[in-house]
Nanobody, 117 residues
Framework: QVQLVESGGGLVQAGGSLRLSCTAS????????MGWYRQAPGKQRELVAA???????NYADFVKGRFTISRDNAKNTVYLQMNSLKPEDTAVYYC???????????WGQGTQDTVSS
C-alpha cells in the first residue's frame, strides 16, 4: 500500500503563486509515475502534470509555462509550483501515484486551491 499526503494549498489572488507538496509513504518502491490532477465543481477530474521517476514530465496545455512539476525521489515527494494563477485554476488538487507493478492508482486526500479575481 501507498499513502499520499498533500500540503501547500490555500487562497491566493490572481497572478499569485502556490506550491503544492505530496509525500508518499508505505510501499514507495512500486511507484513510477507521480503527478497532480484537479477537479473543479461540476467538472471531471483532469490531469495537470505528471513526472516519471526518471524526471520526464508531461503537462496539460492549460498550465504550460505557468506550472512546474518536480520530484525528489530520495524524499518520495513530488512538488507542483504554480505561478501566474488564474481564477479558473480554482479546484481541488489531488496527488496521484501509479504502481509500476499493477498500474493501480493511488490518490491523496486533495487540497483546495482558490484563486480570487
Amino acid at each position: 500500500q501507498v499513502q499520499l499526503v498533500e500540503s501547500g494549498g490555500g487562497l491566493v489572488q490572481a497572478g499569485g503563486s502556490l506550491r503544492l507538496s505530496c509525500t508518499a509513504s508505505g510501499s514507495t518502491f512500486v511507484i513510477n509515475d507521480m503527478g497532480w490532477y484537479r477537479q473543479a465543481p461540476g467538472k471531471q477530474r483532469e490531469l495537470v502534470a505528471a513526472i516519471t521517476r526518471g524526471g520526464r514530465t508531461n503537462y496539460a496545455d492549460f498550465v504550460k509555462g505557468r506550472f512546474t512539476i518536480s520530484r525528489d525521489n530520495a524524499k518520495n515527494t513530488v512538488y507542483l509550483q504554480m505561478n501566474s494563477l488564474k481564477p479558473e485554476d480554482t479546484a481541488v488538487y489531488y496527488c496521484h501515484a501509479e504502481s509500476v507493478l499493477t498500474n493501480y492508482d493511488y490518490w491523496g486526500q486533495g487540497t483546495q486551491d482558490t484563486v480570487s479575481s
